[in-house]
């Protein structure tokens, strides 16, 4: 399940949180279309290895569970 959206720009990586309170909000990159910092493509791929992506939380940081790189510092909950 990709719960995460990444933005595509490599100096950006803004996260798209698509769950509100726990549950799934699917229309949310229609109405999110792109990033809200940047306007690039969200992905759903991780920016590091190109595998899906699945964020965890160390320290309230995201970092990707694939292979750990800390993503980014601020999380958009929608
Ligand atoms: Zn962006
Ligand atoms: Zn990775």
Request: with cysteine; aromatic share 0%; proline share 11%.
């Given at each position: 399940m990709d719960k995460y959206l990444v933005c595509s720009n490599t100096g950006c990586r803004f996260i798209l949180d698509r769950r509100v309170n726990g549950t799934s909000l699917d229309g949310v990159q229609k109405i999110l279309k792109t990033c809200?910092?940047?306007s690039s493509d969200w992905s759903i791929s991780c920016p590091y290895c190109a595998q899906a992506l699945t964020v965890h939380f160390i320290h309230g940081l995201p970092?990707?569970?694939?292979?750990?790189h800390k993503i980014r510092a601020e999380v958009l909950a929608v």
């Open positions: 809200p910092a940047c970092h990707s569970a694939c292979c750990g």
